[in-house]
């Protein structure tokens, strides 16, 4: 599974929209972007995923470049229970296999501030 | 449906001591996965299953056993606990047809002195 690369830490005021970018320029054609969050203490939580068309759920935006070298997922309206550690995985997906290789770096801190 | 539920929540040992981490999951998944982590770090894979009756070292399984004698549920051990093993473990699983999303239980946190 290709490797991704996202900014240490990140701060968004509470009611704005949370951008948190990750760079995957080594991405396969028949990889997804998965994102995931850590609310503290707790275990991770699925949030959005997407192959190349933009994708949007209940909790997120997922923003995939056309060239799918990077993306962004998008809280809208953040709220203080967004403050998490949020994890960007690339890995193929719709096979049959294990997810023994699937890598949870140490994300992106977000802090949302009132 | 409870999704993935781990016992002990919490648990402090000695350094010698052996434990049994229990992960349960009712959602008939065939994968299932030891996670460690510590302080500051991702998660760190300690040994995985592709189904009942199998097990497969991960990324750090030195100092643990598994075991999947039913499918729903993986067991990780400490036959000799030390202070290095103290951490958080998650236990996290997926069904055969890997659509990418893992589903992860609360986590246990293990404490050893």
């Known amino acids: 599974d290709a490797k991704t690369t996202q900014p240490t830490s990140m701060d968004c005021a509470e009611g704005r929209a949370a951008n948190l970018p990750c760079n995957h320029s080594t991405i396969s054609g028949n990889e997804y972007v998965y994102w995931y969050r850590q609310i503290h203490s707790q275990g991770p939580q699925y949030i959005i995923h997407g192959l190349k068309n933009n994708e949007t759920n209940e909790m997120a935006s997922l923003i995939i470049t056309e060239d799918r070298k990077s993306s962004t997922l998008i809280l809208p309206h953040a709220t203080l229970r967004d403050t998490a550690v949020y994890y960007c995985?690339?890995?193929?997906?719709?096979?049959?296999?294990?997810?023994?290789?699937?890598?949870f770096g140490k994300g992106t801190k977000l802090t949302v501030n009132p | 449906n409870a999704g993935v539920t781990q016992t002990p929540k919490f648990r402090v040992l000695k350094t010698g001591q052996s434990m049994t981490l229990l992960c349960a999951q009712d959602m008939n998944h065939e994968y299932m996965y030891w996670y460690r982590q510590d302080p500051g770090m991702g998660l760190r894979l300690i040994h995985y299953?592709?189904?009942?009756?199998?097990?497969a070292k991960g990324e750090v399984p030195d100092g643990y056993n598994v075991s999947r004698l039913k499918k729903q549920n993986f067991l990780l051990g400490l036959e000799s606990a030390a202070p290095s093993q103290t951490s958080v473990y998650f236990c996290a699983s997926h069904r055969a047809v890997n659509t990418g999303e893992l589903f992860f239980g609360e986590g246990s946190r293990l404490t050893v002195l």
């Open positions: 995985i690339v890995r193929v997906a719709g096979t049959q296999g294990g997810s023994e290789k699937l890598v």
């Open positions: 299953s592709v189904g009942e009756g199998t097990t």
